[in-house]
């Protein structure tokens, strides 16, 4: 499978909302709140990052993300994604984009947080639970 189905994809981009993102380095897994972009013409999920998830990343690649969407305090709808993560080390202007992409998205400054490295989550398997 490259990318998201159409069904997971409409969802994730619906609207701005946050994705966790789960490292696991060690047997210890870690789980954070991120901002996303789903990239459908590369098949990936796109988040910046730094810190104990850009570091756990580096060691270990697999990852897993979910967004999930909620009304009122009842999930509507939930997406997970198993995948391998890159660190993009060599493209300033594909983190420059990324960077006002998903910035823009969530509603921040185009050039905010330019400590943020980006990396790019290969979509292995994803799965749709609507509810």
């Given amino acids: 499978m490259t990318g998201l189905s159409e069904r997971a994809a ?14 696991s380095v060690d047997d210890r897994p870690h789980v954070a709140p991120v901002w996303f972009h789903y990239a459908e013409d ?20 697999r990852v897993a993300l979910s967004v999930q969407k909620d009304e009122k ?16 080390t060599d493209d300033d202007e594909a983190v420059r984009d ?7 998205k969530y509603g921040a400054e185009e050039s905010a947080w330019p400590e943020n490295e980006l ?3 290969s979509v292995g398997t994803a799965t749709v639970s609507e509810y």
Avoid at 45 to 57: D, M, Q
């Fill in 10 to 23: 409409s969802l994730v981009t619906s609207e701005p909302l946050m994705a966790h993102l789960a490292t």
């Fill in 42 to 61: 590369r098949g990936v999920i796109e988040v910046l990052t730094t810190g104990r998830k850009l570091a756990n990343i580096r060691e270990n690649p």
């Fill in 73 to 88: 305090g009842q999930a509507q709808w939930k997406v997970t994604i198993l995948g391998t993560a890159t660190v993009v």
């Fill in 98 to 104: 990324a960077t006002r992409r998903i910035n823009r």
């Fill in 119 to 121: 990396v790019r989550i």
